[in-house]
Protein backbone atom coordinates (compact mmCIF):
# COMPACT_ATOMS: atom_id res chain seq x y z
CA UNK A 1 0.00 0.00 0.00
CA UNK A 2 0.93 3.19 -1.00
CA UNK A 3 0.98 6.43 0.71
CA UNK A 4 -1.55 7.55 -1.56
CA UNK A 5 -4.02 4.90 -0.71
CA UNK A 6 -3.25 4.89 2.64
CA UNK A 7 -4.01 8.70 2.71
CA UNK A 8 -7.48 7.88 0.66
CA UNK A 9 -8.06 5.67 3.45
CA UNK A 10 -7.36 7.66 5.89
CA UNK A 11 -9.95 10.29 4.35
CA UNK A 12 -12.65 7.94 3.89
CA UNK A 13 -11.96 7.36 7.21
CA UNK A 14 -12.04 10.61 8.63
CA UNK A 15 -15.32 11.62 5.95
CA UNK A 16 -16.86 8.54 7.78
CA UNK A 17 -16.08 9.71 10.97
CA UNK A 18 -17.16 12.98 9.62
CA UNK A 19 -20.49 11.92 8.60
CA UNK A 20 -21.17 9.94 11.42
CA UNK A 21 -20.43 13.01 13.61
CA UNK A 22 -22.41 15.20 11.25
CA UNK A 23 -24.90 12.58 11.03
CA UNK A 24 -24.94 11.97 15.24
CA UNK A 25 -24.72 16.01 15.57
CA UNK A 26 -27.96 16.22 13.13
CA UNK A 27 -29.43 13.65 15.25
CA UNK A 28 -29.10 15.46 18.03
CA UNK A 29 -30.21 18.68 16.87
CA UNK A 30 -33.23 17.23 15.39
CA UNK A 31 -33.66 15.51 18.82
CA UNK A 32 -33.07 18.92 20.81
CA UNK A 33 -35.68 20.61 18.53
CA UNK A 34 -38.00 17.81 18.59
CA UNK A 35 -37.63 17.98 22.47
CA UNK A 36 -37.76 22.14 22.20
CA UNK A 37 -41.34 21.91 20.42
CA UNK A 38 -42.77 19.53 22.92
CA UNK A 39 -42.35 22.13 25.31
CA UNK A 40 -43.50 24.47 23.08
CA UNK A 41 -46.33 22.28 22.48
CA UNK A 42 -46.33 21.59 26.29
CA UNK A 43 -46.02 25.36 27.13
CA UNK A 44 -49.15 26.03 25.06
CA UNK A 45 -51.28 22.98 26.02
CA UNK A 46 -50.83 24.64 29.25
CA UNK A 47 -51.26 28.09 28.70
CA UNK A 48 -54.49 27.07 26.62
CA UNK A 49 -55.40 24.75 30.18
CA UNK A 50 -54.99 28.08 31.83
CA UNK A 51 -56.97 29.95 29.47
CA UNK A 52 -59.83 27.40 29.54
CA UNK A 53 -59.98 27.45 33.09
CA UNK A 54 -59.97 31.07 33.11
CA UNK A 55 -62.71 31.37 30.98
CA UNK A 56 -64.82 28.42 32.52
CA UNK A 57 -64.18 30.48 36.36
CA UNK A 58 -65.40 33.47 34.64
CA UNK A 59 -68.42 32.08 32.77
CA UNK A 60 -69.14 30.53 36.17
CA UNK A 61 -68.69 33.83 37.78
CA UNK A 62 -70.71 35.63 35.30
CA UNK A 63 -73.45 32.35 35.58
CA UNK A 64 -73.40 33.14 39.45
CA UNK A 65 -73.85 37.00 38.91
CA UNK A 66 -76.46 36.28 36.74
CA UNK A 67 -77.77 33.81 39.21
CA UNK A 68 -77.84 36.42 41.51
CA UNK A 69 -79.45 39.48 39.52
CA UNK A 70 -82.41 37.21 38.97
CA UNK A 71 -82.50 36.48 42.66
CA UNK A 72 -82.36 39.83 43.45
CA UNK A 73 -85.16 40.92 40.74
CA UNK A 74 -87.49 38.12 41.79
CA UNK A 75 -86.83 39.37 45.25
CA UNK A 76 -87.83 43.24 44.63
CA UNK A 77 -90.63 41.57 42.65
CA UNK A 78 -92.07 39.76 45.58
CA UNK A 79 -91.60 42.71 48.02
CA UNK A 80 -93.65 44.70 45.14
CA UNK A 81 -96.43 42.05 45.26
CA UNK A 82 -96.32 42.30 48.85
CA UNK A 83 -96.70 45.74 48.83
CA UNK A 84 -99.75 46.20 46.70
CA UNK A 85 -101.29 43.14 48.00
CA UNK A 86 -100.96 45.47 51.71
CA UNK A 87 -101.78 48.00 49.92
CA UNK A 88 -104.92 46.58 48.57
CA UNK A 89 -105.82 44.21 52.24
CA UNK A 90 -105.58 47.79 53.78
CA UNK A 91 -107.60 49.35 51.29
CA UNK A 92 -110.22 46.53 52.06
CA UNK A 93 -109.82 47.13 55.53
CA UNK A 94 -110.18 50.97 55.33
CA UNK A 95 -113.64 50.36 53.00
CA UNK A 96 -114.68 48.07 55.18
CA UNK A 97 -114.42 50.22 58.39
CA UNK A 98 -115.92 52.87 56.42
CA UNK A 99 -118.76 51.04 55.54
CA UNK A 100 -118.94 49.72 59.31
CA UNK A 101 -119.01 53.30 60.18
CA UNK A 102 -121.79 54.50 57.68
CA UNK A 103 -123.85 51.50 59.10
CA UNK A 104 -123.59 52.69 62.49
CA UNK A 105 -124.15 56.28 61.65
CA UNK A 106 -127.24 55.08 59.76
CA UNK A 107 -128.52 53.20 62.62
CA UNK A 108 -127.75 55.90 65.02
CA UNK A 109 -129.86 58.58 62.83
CA UNK A 110 -132.48 55.58 62.81
CA UNK A 111 -132.37 55.43 66.52
CA UNK A 112 -132.42 59.27 66.93
CA UNK A 113 -135.38 59.48 64.03
CA UNK A 114 -137.31 56.69 66.33
CA UNK A 115 -136.71 58.84 69.16
CA UNK A 116 -137.66 62.04 67.84
CA UNK A 117 -140.46 60.19 66.47
CA UNK A 118 -141.85 59.00 69.88
CA UNK A 119 -140.73 62.07 71.97
CA UNK A 120 -143.14 63.89 68.93
CA UNK A 121 -146.08 61.28 69.39
CA UNK A 122 -145.06 61.47 73.42
CA UNK A 123 -145.50 65.52 73.22
CA UNK A 124 -148.69 65.66 70.49
CA UNK A 125 -150.36 63.00 73.23
CA UNK A 126 -149.25 65.24 75.74
CA UNK A 127 -150.55 68.18 74.25
CA UNK A 128 -153.64 66.76 73.50
CA UNK A 129 -154.43 65.66 76.80
CA UNK A 130 -153.81 69.16 77.55
CA UNK A 131 -156.29 70.34 75.42
CA UNK A 132 -158.97 67.55 76.59
CA UNK A 133 -158.24 69.02 80.01
CA UNK A 134 -158.31 72.56 79.21
CA UNK A 135 -161.29 71.52 77.02
CA UNK A 136 -163.11 69.81 80.38
CA UNK A 137 -162.04 72.65 82.78
CA UNK A 138 -163.86 75.28 79.79
CA UNK A 139 -166.86 73.09 79.80
CA UNK A 140 -166.87 72.58 83.50
CA UNK A 141 -166.78 76.35 84.15
CA UNK A 142 -168.55 77.06 81.09
CA UNK A 143 -171.57 75.01 81.73
CA UNK A 144 -171.78 77.02 85.19
CA UNK A 145 -171.96 79.95 83.48
CA UNK A 146 -174.09 78.75 80.62
CA UNK A 147 -176.37 78.08 83.06
CA UNK A 148 -176.11 81.45 84.82
CA UNK A 149 -175.94 82.91 81.03
CA UNK A 150 -178.72 80.63 80.06
CA UNK A 151 -181.53 81.65 82.80
CA UNK A 152 -180.71 85.37 82.42
CA UNK A 153 -181.30 84.81 78.77
CA UNK A 154 -184.40 82.82 79.35
CA UNK A 155 -185.41 85.72 81.75
CA UNK A 156 -184.88 88.47 79.17
CA UNK A 157 -186.73 86.09 76.94
CA UNK A 158 -189.17 85.89 79.57
CA UNK A 159 -189.57 89.60 80.72
CA UNK A 160 -190.62 90.78 76.73
CA UNK A 161 -193.08 88.06 76.68
CA UNK A 162 -194.33 88.81 80.39
CA UNK A 163 -194.02 92.35 79.52
CA UNK A 164 -196.00 90.97 76.27
CA UNK A 165 -198.42 89.22 78.51
CA UNK A 166 -198.97 92.56 80.53
Excluded: C, G, H, W
Amino acid sequence: MTKKKKKKKIRRKIKRKNKIKKKVKFTKKKNKQKKIEKLKEEKKLKKRIIKAKQERSVQLEKARRLREQREKEEQQERERLDQIYKRRMEKAEQEKLVQLEEARRLKEKQEEEQRLKEQEEQRLKEQEEQRLKEQDQEEKTNQPEEEKTNQPEEEKTNQPEEEKKE
